[in-house]
């Protein structure tokens, strides 16, 4: 820089975001019935499309999710243990009935999920009244205000260089916990969902972990290019960042603006800047 320019820093809009971390966070929520035990043993809902739901099916061979067993089929509905037919061993409450989905088929129009172990259909007829939930297994759900933008599990990195959010301002990771998939339900968890004496208090499922972020400096959309006719072309980025102010030979100072991650200058004026109007009291820098 010399006399004629110098160099400018934008404040920007200062924030704040509440974030949330839900265990085995609720994917899908039938509390009022649609299930169905199909008579091989597979699951399937008579009002939802299962296969439409985003899901993560045991995979042993995808290196992203290797070794992971599938997200949890949790059943709501009590088993109608009066019928002779209903046999369930070691019944232990609604925790013995929870499964892993390992797989699903397109069966007669309809999808259905494959257990890691099929249920006794004879347990709850076939009338579409099974209450459940279907869980992301062995990770939180993410939540930024109330939007949930991604799951994580323990010990990931979240932000620029991590496991998600590569594009985040925010950078934060998560403690590395024991989620002891291979447990049965009912000793991971109790019929409230807290945590079972072999799991980490942490990893309840009836605990909702909460931060706050302020963000001092959030970047304002608001640059506007033009055409050499003056017409808008639209936003080229965000401010604050750094600018350069030149004055010499312009009877208004003409602003120039630098985007992190590239050299490139942008010029704010409604025209090219050798048609300028010098005649001109001012010139829209943002719109």
């Not at 968890?189 to 072999?198: F, W």
Request: charged residues 20%.
């Amino acid at each position: 820089a010399n006399d004629a320019s110098g160099v400018l820093i934008m404040a920007g809009q200062s924030r704040s975001h509440q974030w949330s971390l839900i265990w085995e966070d609720i994917i899908l929520s039938r509390e009022h019935g649609g299930g169905v035990i199909a008579q091989d043993g597979s699951f399937y809902d008579i009002g939802v499309d299962l296969g439409a739901v985003s899901v993560t099916l045991k995979a042993e061979d995808d290196a992203a999710s290797a070794g992971h067993l599938g997200d949890v089929l949790e059943i709501l509905s009590e088993p109608r243990l009066e019928d002779e037919a209903c046999s369930i061993e070691d019944y232990q409450g609604l925790c013995t009935l929870e499964r892993r989905i390992v797989g699903q088929q397109e069966i007669a129009g309809r999808t259905h999920y494959i257990l890691d172990q099929p249920l006794n259909p004879a347990c709850f007829g076939l009338d579409g009244s099974v209450a459940y939930r279907i869980r992301a297994a062995d990770r939180f759900g993410l939540y930024q205000d109330d939007n949930r933008i991604a799951y994580m599990q323990p010990g990931e990195r979240f932000g620029p260089g991590g496991d998600v959010g590569h594009d985040a301002k925010t950078m934060f990771a998560l403690q590395s916990l024991a989620a002891q998939s291979s447990l049965e339900a009912c000793e991971r968890y109790e019929s409230t969902g807290a945590a079972g004496a072999a799991m980490d208090p942490v990893l309840s499922r009836n605990i909702v972990h909460q931060f706050q972020i302020s963000e001092p400096f959030t970047p304002l959309e608001g640059a506007i290019t033009y055409d050499y006719s003056g017409a808008s072309l639209g936003p080229v980025g965000t401010l604050p960042a750094a600018m350069l102010l030149v004055k010499d030979h312009y009877t208004t100072p003409m602003i120039f603006v630098t985007y992190a991650g590239t050299n490139a200058l942008f010029g704010f004026s409604p025209f090219d800047i050798k048609s300028i109007n010098l005649a001109r009291d001012s010139y829209l820098l943002a719109d």
